[in-house]
């Protein structure tokens, strides 16, 4: 596949980029910093100039901060791009942590983080509107950095993932891996899903 990928200097975004290209695909990779000559410098806010830089591709990735972005915005880029595939990385914030409690809303969650959950938030329920797009969120588990690209995790919907010792994660390299398979092989259009160990 022909695949864009904004955001591809982040930390998820790097990853995606390595694991669809080992995979044989063919990635453009577009953030608005980029001057490496591997990839097109573009803002993600000029909605123009990012349809222009997705036309083309038979797939749309994007990994970048909702609290930074008109979340629409992108959305309405992919639309004028005329590519239908679009997956989003997500953020944990939305999923449940406990029966009527999202991860975002327990009593200990980062106050910092708290603005990025808002936009994630925002930004699934406008996705949950589009119907002209085969649009797929993946939301990480809580603890999401670098590791180890294991190829073991599991998969879940809107609940997070717990593992030993009451710990939720899963690294960048295996969320990669995930974003990669759902591309080849899309098992959760138009809805959220979640990884973790």
């Not at 596949?1 to 290209?21: C, D, F, P, S, Y």
């Not at 083309?56 to 639309?79: C, E, M, P």
């Not at 998969?155 to 993932?161: H, I, S």
């Not at 593992?163 to 390299?173: D, F, K, L, P, V």
């Given at each position: 596949?022909?695949?864009?990928?904004?955001?591809?200097?982040?930390?998820?975004?790097?990853?995606?980029?390595?694991?669809?290209?080992a995979?044989?695909h063919?990635?453009?990779?577009?953030?608005?910093?980029?001057?490496?000559?591997?990839?097109?410098?573009?803002?993600?806010?000029?909605?123009a100039?990012?349809?222009?830089?997705?036309r083309?591709?038979?797939?749309?990735?994007?990994?970048?901060?909702?609290?930074?972005?008109?979340?629409?915005?992108?959305?309405?880029?992919?639309?004028?791009s005329?590519?239908?595939?679009y997956?989003?990385?997500?953020?944990?914030?939305?999923?449940?942590?406990?029966?009527?409690?999202?991860?975002?809303?327990?009593?200990?969650?980062?106050?910092?983080?708290?603005?990025?959950?808002?936009?994630?938030?925002?930004?699934?329920?406008?996705?949950?509107?589009?119907?002209?797009?085969?649009?797929?969120?993946?939301?990480?588990?809580r603890?999401f950095?670098?590791?180890?690209?294991?190829g073991?995790?599991r998969?879940?919907?809107?609940?997070?993932?717990f593992?030993?010792?009451?710990?939720?994660?899963?690294?960048?390299?295996d969320y990669?891996?995930?974003?990669?398979?759902?591309?080849?092989?899309?098992?959760?259009?138009?809805?959220?899903?979640?990884v973790?160990?």
């Open positions: 596949m022909k695949v864009a990928v904004i955001g591809a200097t982040g930390n998820a975004g790097q990853r995606i980029v390595t694991e669809l290209r995979r044989g063919d990635v453009t990779r577009i953030a608005r910093g980029i001057d490496d000559g591997d990839g097109v410098a573009v803002d993600a806010t000029d909605t100039a990012l349809a222009e830089a997705l083309g591709h038979d797939a749309v990735v994007s990994s970048v901060k909702f609290k930074f972005f008109d979340t629409q915005l992108l959305i309405d880029a992919v639309r004028a005329g590519v239908s595939r997956v989003v990385v997500g953020g944990a914030g939305t999923l449940w942590f406990a029966p009527g409690v999202r991860e975002g809303e327990r009593p200990d969650f980062p106050e910092m983080a708290k603005e990025e959950v808002g936009k994630g938030a925002r930004f699934l329920g406008q996705l949950r509107e589009v119907e002209d797009l085969d649009w797929t969120f993946l939301s990480p588990s603890e950095v670098p590791g180890e690209r294991t073991k995790f998969t879940g919907k809107d609940d997070l993932l593992w030993a010792e009451g710990r939720s994660g899963i690294s960048y390299e990669a891996i995930a974003i990669a398979d759902e591309l080849e092989h899309p098992a959760h259009v138009r809805t959220r899903f979640t973790g160990y």
